[in-house]
Every structure is written in C-alpha cells, then in structure tokens.
C-alpha cells in the first residue's frame, strides 16, 4: 500500500493511522510507504511538516518518522495551521522531531532547511504527479506479484482499505481470479 499525505490535510488527520491499522491487521502480508506531498495552498506549514518528517526519519528510522507524522497530524490545526500555534513554527516542529527520536536538533534544523531535502519533497511529489494524485490522502493498494494495483482517493475506512487488500491479495499471477474450492 502507498500512501500520499499532506500532514496539512484536514482528510489526511482523519485517515490517520488507518493504513497502519490495515498493515498490521494483514500478518505480514502487506507493506507501507508513505509519501509525502504538501500541497501549496497549505502554505509553509505542510513543507515544514514534510520536511521534518524526512529529517527525523534520517535521525530515528521509520518508528521516528511515523511517530513524528502522527504527532503532527494529532497537534495541528490544519489546512496550513501548523503546531503550536503559528503556520511553520520550526521550534514546534523541532521539538515533536526530538519528541520522536531526532536528539540532534542542530542537524535536524540544518535537514530541514537544506535545498537537499526539498528536492526529496520535489521527487515525491513528481512520482504523485507521476502516478495521477491531485489531492491527499491518496492510496494505490498493489498486488506485487502481479502489479495489479486499486487507486483510491479520500479518507477511506478500515473496512473499506482491507476489502481492496484481500481482493488483490486473492488474484493469481494472470490477474484472473483464483478458481473456487
């Protein structure tokens, strides 16, 4: 599953971590990448949060990066808001980034502000615009045995994500569905 957020995304806060609920719900069977794409009307606020996001997760892995987006999503306003009060508070984003594991907040400060770390936001943002999203959250559910893939837009329910998990999951490697038994 791949997943296309705007830590701005009003849509996004309410999808939250339904993907991790429908991974760890699959066994093993499946697996999450999220990518990030900050959309420009939600001004600074959503390019920090990307930013931050990817600088923590150079610091603290994937737990920090996913820790990280949560707290975001659970602090902010959204729709450009930010945390804490001020759209793009760097100290903000600093300390929920120390909060999920980045200890150095002179190298997560010059991460976050490093023209290498914008063009990270500008790739993910071209393979969304590669693969047709035009707004968040967006998800492809892909069968990686046969590339057989369900896009779908919105904040989908947990319900409705594992349905689109288990039919894939069900097609053989000709995409046609397996026999009954």
């Known amino acids: 599953m791949i997943v296309w957020i705007d830590l701005e995304c009003p849509y996004c806060k309410v999808f939250g971590g339904t993907p991790e609920r429908v991974v760890d719900a699959a066994g093993g069977k499946l697996n999450l990448a999220v990518r990030l794409y900050?959309?420009?009307?939600?001004?600074?606020?959503?390019?920090?949060?990307?930013?931050?996001?990817?600088?923590?997760?150079?610091q603290a892995g994937a737990t920090g990066f996913y820790k990280f987006m949560s707290g975001w999503l659970a602090l902010t306003g959204?729709?450009?808001?930010?945390?804490?009060?001020?759209?793009?508070?760097?100290?903000?984003?600093?300390?929920?980034?120390?909060?999920?594991?980045?200890?150095?907040?002179?190298?997560?400060?010059?991460?976050?502000?490093?023209?290498?770390?914008?063009?990270?936001?500008?790739?993910?943002?071209?393979?969304g615009e590669a693969a047709r999203i035009t707004g968040t959250p967006a998800i492809a559910v892909r069968n990686n045995k046969t590339g057989e893939t369900i896009m779908a837009a919105g904040a989908l329910s947990q319900d409705d994500?594992?349905?689109?998990?288990?039919?894939?999951?069900?097609?053989?490697?000709?995409?046609?569905?397996p026999p009954k038994t």
């Not at 001004?43 to 990817?54: D, E, K, N, T």
């Open 38 to 58: 900050p959309l420009s009307f939600h001004g600074p606020a959503a390019v920090l949060a990307s930013a931050s996001a990817l600088c923590v997760g150079d």
């Open 78 to 127: 959204g729709n450009g808001k930010g945390i804490a009060a001020s759209s793009g508070n760097p100290a903000a984003a600093a300390a929920l980034g120390a909060a999920s594991g980045a200890g150095n907040k002179a190298k997560l400060a010059a991460c976050t502000a490093s023209p290498a770390t914008a063009a990270r936001i500008k790739a993910e943002i071209d393979d």
């Open 161 to 177: 994500l594992e349905t689109a998990v288990n039919y894939l999951a069900g097609r053989n490697d000709t995409g046609a569905a």
